[in-house]
């Protein structure tokens, strides 16, 4: 069984302050999953990771998801890149001290956008990850575009084009929230299904992130992976909480889960 296991910005990092890795948080996640792998030998991972404090404000600051054309664009969007590459680099060596075979493959250095979206990315290199039983791992990344020159990609949007082609059976999308909140920001009524038959009824109270999120927070999250699961039978998306990472891992479904039916 795959999984693609998102570790949310909000969740390793401080989206409060610039520059801001919960090294703790990182650290017990990277535990966990290292255990959850040594009791599961069948259980195969691609790990993402938001920008969180690091790529999301010179995200904003640049305008860079909407597109990049003149100098100082481009100096912008190099810049994001930098940033979501230093806490890339912080992850490697999180998931590195638990003693995972991780190997990171930048989607900047591999995939081609068109209007926003993935069009092309070869993924050789990362079956071949796969199949060594390495851990590879993806991140919210500058992407080259063909119609706007160049953007962000979230990893929902990278999961969006990797779980199909991979066969992914669930996608996890660990944050700080308990899962999909009926009345955000109050968050007194926590939706436990989201399917095509009731995402109408619900989806004028998700919110967005309460932080800065140049890729459009919990709404844009929820809509793209109901896109997905109804493309793709078989799959499972959960939006749970790091804390519950174990359980999601055991194939256990805390938090929200998005499905076809």
Known sequence: MLYLLKLGGSLITDKSQAHTARLDVLARLAGEIAAALSDQPE?????GHGSGSFG??????Y?????????????????????????????????EAAGLPVIAFPPSAGAIAAGGQVSSWDLAPL???LAAGLVPLINGDTIFDSRLGGTILSTEELFFYLAPRLGAGRI???????GVWRDY????????AITPQNFERIAQSLGSSAAVDVTGGMAAKVEEMLRLVERTPGL???IFPGEDMA?????????TSIRNS
């Open 43 to 47: 259980l195969r991972l691609v790990i």
């Open 56 to 61: 999301h404000v010179a995200g904003q600051r």
């Open 63 to 95: 305008d860079t998801r909407n597109g990049v054309q003149n100098h100082e664009q481009w100096l912008g969007f190099a810049e994001v890149w930098k940033e979501a590459r230093a806490l890339n680099q912080i992850v490697v060596e999180s998931l």
């Open 127 to 129: 079956r071949a990850a």
């Open 172 to 178: 996890l999308l660990a944050g700080v929230e308990a």
């Open 185 to 192: 920001p109050e968050r007194a009524e926590l939706i436990p």
């Open 236 to 238: 499972e998306v959960l």
């Open 247 to 255: 359980r999601a891992l055991r194939g256990e479904s805390p938090g």
